[in-house]
């Protein structure tokens, strides 16, 4: 999935040999990536992308079941988080561009071009420069994004995009990664673990200590020794998003990877890093998307108003602030 993973689980003796969990925790986010990248071309995420407009389309019925719980919180946010941003994503050059293809080592002739893949790639990055898409390029790319014009219909387990739609599961599905890599641990019969992908965390029950598992969120504030905030979520996930790790920056601007769907441009707003707890890490993932087109004013409302654990940290004059809603404040650890 483009990023990192670790795992730490307490094993109990001559049980849970370390090959083992390692084998099946990897093949647990292997399907997940398999299926669900935009950066795949064959994935069965690609391929629905790729099927003709208008006609239902066969899935596996958990690709369904994580669109339909995209869609809830699509509705939640009035469209602030929408799926279907895809074309965006790429037009802003965040995407599977074909430098990322590269990356994989293919390039469009299908030739592995890892042999001189840093050249190419260099040559790749030097096309995809951070730039900014004229309005009639955003406005194309626009026509074609609105998750209202994507059907589920988990009966049939199918999908129909009803205009030219990319959809693109990024914000959602690396957190439904660590939730099969948990489910994983738990049909080994492991009780005690700790789950993280690429920011995405989820634990489960306590360290061999018996202590609950304590998590440092590594906001752009950089608080003392580094740690922006310790959370115990306690068997829950807890999601980061961000605007400062993955952005390009044009005239001293910055253009991050969270795209408003209803205007076409990256999310300038103040906010910098959202951590949301919740109960699967895809839903916490995905809010913690959502939560990044909302802003803290607009997002704090809704989280206090719906029970969403959330922490909220934004640029002010002399560094960051940060709030945070009453559903994120029991996991908060007193700092020393
Ligand atoms: P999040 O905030 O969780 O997600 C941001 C991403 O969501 C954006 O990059 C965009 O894709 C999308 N998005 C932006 N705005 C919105 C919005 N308003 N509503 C909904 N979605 C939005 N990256 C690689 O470089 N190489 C890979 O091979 C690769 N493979 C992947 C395979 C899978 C299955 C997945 C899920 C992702 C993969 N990625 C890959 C992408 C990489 O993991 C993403 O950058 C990452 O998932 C984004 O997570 P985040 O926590 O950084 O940001």
């Given at each position: ?12 003796l ?114 995809y ?24 219909d ?12 990319f ?63 310790l ?74 108003r ?10 002010a ?20």
């Amino acid at each position: 999935m483009g990023t990192t993973y670790n795992v730490s689980y307490v094993a109990t003796l001559f049980r849970h040999p370390v090959k083992e969990v390692s084998r099946v925790v990897h093949d647990a986010l292997a399907d997940v990536d398999q299926r669900m990248s935009t950066y795949k071309p064959e994935s069965e995420l690609m391929q629905f992308n790729r099927a003709p407009v208008g006609e239902p389309f066969t899935l596996s019925s958990d690709l369904v079941q994580l669109v339909q719980d995209a869609q809830v919180i699509s509705d939640l946010s009035g469209g602030a988080y929408d799926i279907t941003v895809g074309p965006l994503v790429n037009l802003w050059g965040f995407g599977p561009t074909q430098g990322a293809a590269v990356r994989e080592g293919h390039d469009d002739t299908g030739s592995h071009l890892l042999a001189n893949a840093p050249e190419f790639v260099k040559w790749i990055e030097s096309q995809y420069p951070g730039h900014i898409p004229d309005e009639s390029a955003i406005q194309e790319a626009l026509d074609n994004v609105g998750y209202q014009s994507l059907k589920a219909d988990p009966e049939g387990s199918t999908l129909t995009r009803e205009k030219a739609l990319f959809v693109d599961l990024s914000s959602i599905a690396k957190g439904y990664g660590v939730d099969q890599a948990a489910a994983a641990l738990r049909a080994q019969g492991i009780d005690n673990f700790m789950v993280e992908v690429g920011g995405e965390v989820l634990v489960q029950g306590v360290k061999p200590n018996g202590n609950p598992w304590r998590l440092a969120v590594i906001g752009p504030e950089m608080g003392k020794n580094g740690v922006s905030a310790l959370v115990e979520p306690l068997d829950k996930a807890l999601a980061t998003s961000g605007d400062y790790l993955n952005f390009f920056e044009v005239d001293g601007k910055r253009y991050s990877h969270t795209i408003n769907p209803l205007t076409g441009w990256p999310e300038a707003k103040r906010v910098a890093e959202v951590a949301v707890i919740a109960d699967t890490s895809a839903r916490a993932d995905a809010l913690a998307t959502m939560f990044m087109v909302l802003g803290d004013e607009k997002g704090l409302e809704l989280a206090n108003r719906l029970g969403i654990a959330a922490r909220f940290a934004y640029y002010a004059d002399d560094g960051f602030e940060t709030i945070t809603s009453e559903a994120f404040k029991p996991y908060l650890v007193k700092q020393p």
